[in-house]
């Protein structure tokens, strides 16, 4: 059975933001919550236990697995580990730099999580969790696209190949501009939540300029924005909140759902 599309993908990053997607869920405004694997102090140091953290809520939740900074069988078992805890998926991220000489291929990481429950020969797994390993009805493999990268979205049908049933695109400060790619991904069959910042302070839209190098719109023009994509296009959306502030979050979360096709 193919897992559903989820519409809206929230991704959190503090404690408080564990209470927040949970009543948002329960309205049914988030499908989906996603958490980050950052460096520092924030509930998502490490992405599986945030995760696990939303998923017993009963919220489906899905890890980040960044590839170049672990070996190959951490990487591995982080993927396993995410399986068989029930999370609901896990997005696969390659990284521009690897640090890690022993560091996992983005393609041998799909096809490894879209051979679970079975393990494919030649690769070993702790034997803690064969016993643990089951066929479930939905495991969501995600894969990151960058809509502004020729490079990124010509390597996507790779990757959909390798196993990915899910694209998650780079955050964009303008939605409107990834039409083109939007388009060109579409023949590959699967959803591509469409990263949309909300930045609704000055403050929130510098930072996400600092990191990305192209400032934010406000929220309602990010709405604007994405209802000039054609709708066939946006069947899923990835909303990240920039900086503290939550307020105005849920009622962009409503516009947004209406939005998606």
Known sequence: MGCPTPRIILEFWYPSDVELV???????????????????GTVNAD??????????????????????????AASLSRIATAYVSGLGGVLIIAGDTKSCADSLDVLEALRFAASLPNVPEGIRVSIYFRPALRERECFLRAAAVDPGSERSVSFAP?????GANLLMSQLMADPASAAGA??????????????VPYAPTEGARARFESLF???????????????????????SLYVSPIGRSREGLEGFLESALSLVG
């Open 22 to 40: 949970g009543r948002l869920s329960s309205r049914g405004l988030v499908d989906a919550a996603f958490a980050q694997d950052l460096p520092f």
């Open 47 to 72: 992405s599986l236990v945030a995760a696990l953290s939303v998923q017993s809520l009963g919220v489906t939740a899905i890890a980040a697995v960044p590839l170049g900074s672990r070996s190959s």
């Open 158 to 162: 790779a990757k959909v190949e390798a």
């Open 182 to 195: 939007l388009e060109r991904l579409e023949p590959l069959g699967v959803a591509v939540a469409l990263g």
């Open 213 to 235: 190098g192209a400032r934010a719109l406000e929220p309602r023009e990010t709405l604007r924005s994405l209802e000039s994509v054609p709708r066939r296009l946006r069947r």
